[in-house]
């Protein structure tokens, strides 16, 4: 009998010991305990969503990449918060500043990827960032940004970091400034499959049918469903309106109570609130529990 006993011990512990291993290689890299991201890479520091931006928010030591993506007239995903050629931060071939009346006419939709490389986005003075960086810099292509961050990567020999990327869709301009969700979600994955970085990916929208759309057709990628400061709407009914749990629920940081970080979490939801710009704000969202910022700043975290 106890001959019996130890070899049924020893055979547990190999089954053990395999299913652990199993359990590795199948499950995804855990998110950051607490995720500091950079917006736009570091908008506070250097011009928004540029590779620079995103270099030097990597220098500063955040764990996710926070970014917009477009899509142009030839299929290209660039890096850009608005479907357009905002005047606040664009300089046009010209070497004149785009100015607001221009701005919405500018659509990248229309554009060929080539045509988008002929306006500048980082000379411009910025009115609301005086610190930001002025350097010559383009909106540069998804792929493009995916590359230079994994070769900083591997020549610091850091911790690979994750991207949350944020589709700029909206019911009333389908197909007028982006795609419809299908071929808008379609074409981001298109390039986030062939750099073989999913699991490193978080897709995040204020616009449920892009999130939807991934929910059904690439199950694994981690949603986050951003929520604008006027949605007073109870958690429960966004995420009934939703249809399914996300990774992460992403409010404007006004919204963020410790009674909605606690309901979150009891359906299993991080909550990383945006754009927490200041020490104090950063303080009353770690009271709170939240699970991560979005900041312009994360120097102020360093």
Same mark, same amino acid.
């Given at each position: ?6 070899? *049924? ?6 089954? /053990? ?11 995804? %890299? ?13 908008? +506070? ?16 030591? &955040?764990?996710? /990449? ?5 899509? #142009?007239?030839?299929?290209? &995903? ?18 004149? $500043? ?36 002025? /350097?010559?810099? #383009? ?17 610091? +020999? ?5 991207? !949350?990327?944020? #589709? ?8 007028? $400034? ?7 979600? !379609? ?31 690439? %199950? ?25 749990? %996300?990774?992460? $629920?992403?409010? *404007? ?6 009674? /909605? ?13 945006? #754009? ?27």
């Amino acid at each position: 009998m106890s001959k019996f006993r130890e070899v *049924a011990e020893l055979l547990l512990l190999v089954a /053990l010991v395999f299913a652990c291993h199993a359990s590795k290689k199948v499950s995804d %890299p855990l998110l950051p305990v607490f995720d500091i991201e950079g917006h736009r890479g570091c908008r +506070g520091l250097m011009p928004e969503n540029t590779i620079p931006a995103m270099m030097k928010a990597l220098e500063l030591g &955040v764990t996710t /990449l926070e970014m917009d993506a477009v899509i #142009t007239k030839d299929k290209q &995903v660039i890096l850009s918060h608005e479907p357009f050629f905002n005047h606040e931060i664009t300089t046009g071939p010209d070497g004149k $500043y785009v100015t607001e009346q221009e701005e919405r006419n500018l659509n990248i939709y229309h554009m060929t990827y080539a045509q988008t490389q002929t306006y500048d986005v980082g000379l411009k003075p910025h009115p609301r960032f005086p610190n930001q960086r002025r /350097l010559k810099a #383009t909106k540069p292509l998804l792929k493009e940004v995916i590359e230079n961050v994994e070769a900083y990567h591997k020549l610091k +020999g850091g911790q690979a970091v994750f991207y !949350n990327i944020e #589709t700029k869709s909206n019911p009333a301009t389908d197909n007028q $400034y982006h795609p419809a969700p299908d071929e808008y979600v !379609n074409t981001l994955m298109k390039v986030v499959q062939s750099a073989r970085i999913g699991d490193r990916v978080i897709i995040q929208s204020f616009d449920f049918r892009t999130l939807q759309v991934l929910h059904k057709k690439y %199950p694994t990628v981690k949603t986050a469903a951003l929520i604008e400061e006027d949605d007073k709407r109870p958690l429960e009914d966004q995420l009934k309106v939703l249809g399914f749990f %996300p990774t992460i $629920y992403s409010p *404007a940081y006004s919204l963020v109570t410790k009674e /909605l970080v606690d309901k979150c979490h009891e359906r299993k939801i991080r909550v990383i609130p945006w #754009t927490v710009n200041d020490k104090a704000a950063i303080e009353q969202m770690k009271a709170a529990g939240v699970d991560g910022i979005i900041t312009d700043y994360p120097d102020l975290l360093k």
